[in-house]
């Protein structure tokens, strides 16, 4: 059976005169307790082999909370219940640490998804001809939101507040003057080679041919 490692108490021991082993045989020596109520030979579940542990009354009968207490003579040695091993790159940490610092529990606030921007060129990108917009795209899906350099920065920094694995982010060039026709055609050439490189399916049409937005020159 597993148990997670924070319903798992470690760091226990006793001198023989607590606990019996299937057998009937006294125990002595480390073990661990888990959330159920349960009691089991070993310092920890990597620990082996691990048994399931009996407390003993006063008349040296087992008491065990899945029974009712019968005496040591009635009883059958039974196979061992362990519980699953756990990798080498975890630990184990009892209630009792949790309940003792609170702010383990305090996680903040989830990670977010991207929020969506209209950005506005600035008299300096009019007078470059140009200016990036930036995009994320949902790994799983095929759907594009217009974000500001600074949310696209964000989600490229991987930041714990947003949900930065689950997205793709990128930027385009796009031309603002010249002549109307010629920036629609340049535009639309460069969102459709963003589409083919990123392997981005549906980014050219999530436009609606609106290939000419912000661009502002002669006809």
């Not at 006294?26 to 009691?39: E, I, Q, V, W």
């Not at 080679?193 to 436009?207: A, C, M, V, W, Y």
Request: charged share 25%.
């Amino acid at each position: 059976m597993y148990y997670p490692k924070s319903q798992i108490t470690t760091g226990l021991s006793t001198d023989g005169n607590d606990f019996m082993l299937p057998d009937g045989t006294p125990y002595a020596g480390k073990y661990y307790k888990t959330s159920d109520g349960s009691f089991y030979s070993g310092e920890n579940p990597n620990d082996k082999p691990s048994y399931l542990l009996s407390l003993r009354d006063k008349d040296n009968r087992i008491l065990n909370s899945q029974t009712n207490p019968i005496p040591i003579s009635q009883t059958r040695y039974q196979p061992s219940i362990q519980s699953e091993p756990y990798s080498n790159n975890m630990y184990i940490i009892d209630d009792g640490y949790y309940n003792a610092n609170p702010k383990l529990w305090d996680r903040g606030d989830a990670p977010r998804p991207p929020q969506q921007s209209f950005p506005t060129p600035k008299d300096k990108n009019y007078e470059n001809g140009f200016f990036h917009r930036y995009f994320t795209k949902k790994n799983n899906e095929h759907k594009f939101i217009e974000i500001s350099k600074k949310e696209h920065d964000i989600f490229l920094s991987k930041s714990p507040t947003v949900e930065y694995s689950l997205y793709t982010c990128f930027s385009i060039r796009w031309k603002l003057n010249g002549l109307k026709l010629e920036a629609y055609n340049i535009n639309k050439k460069t969102v459709a080679l963003k589409e083919r490189r990123g392997n981005f399916p549906g980014f050219t049409n999530s436009f609606q041919n609106k290939f000419d937005k912000y661009w502002v020159g002669r006809i």
